[in-house]
């Protein structure tokens, strides 16, 4: 059984900076993606930012980039988001979630939308007050 579990999430000041973790369970191979996520009160589910396990390419949502890095240690079966000079607007449930089968075995396909996750896990909050 796959399980995704977040941690690192808490209040922080506008300007500082959270490392949220995701540890991963239950996969038997390297072939999956892993996204981050994020909920604010009173909106939709969105993307935040992406890594494939499979060959390790990243991407980001504009609204995060040169300031959230994302990155993988694939001993521990666990991804990190380093998220820098937080913003307000940056309040949320941020959620882990891995998406199956990002490499068919002659192309790597963009996983990177909610509906291609497989996976989720139960969220973790992060408040940045101004």
């Known amino acids: 059984e796959v399980q995704l579990v977040e941690s690192g999430g808490g209040l922080v000041q506008a300007g500082g900076s959270l490392r949220l973790s995701c540890a991963a369970s239950?996969?038997?191979?390297?072939?999956?993606?892993i996204g981050w996520f994020r909920q604010a009160p009173g909106k939709e589910r969105e993307v935040v930012s992406c890594i494939s396990r499979s060959d390790g390419s990243t991407s980001y949502a504009d609204s995060v980039k040169g300031r959230f890095t994302i990155s993988s240690d694939n001993a521990k079966n666990t991804v990190y988001l380093q998220m820098n000079s937080l913003k307000p607007e940056d309040t949320a449930v941020y959620y882990c979630?891995?998406?199956?089968?990002?490499?068919?075995?002659?192309?790597?396909?963009?996983?990177?939308?909610?509906?291609?996750?497989?996976?989720w896990g139960k969220g973790a909050l992060v408040t940045v007050s101004s």
């Open positions: 979630a891995a998406a199956r089968g990002v490499y068919t075995g002659a192309h790597h396909k963009y996983f990177c939308y909610y509906s291609a996750m497989d996976y």
């Open positions: 239950g996969f038997t191979h390297d072939n999956y993606g």
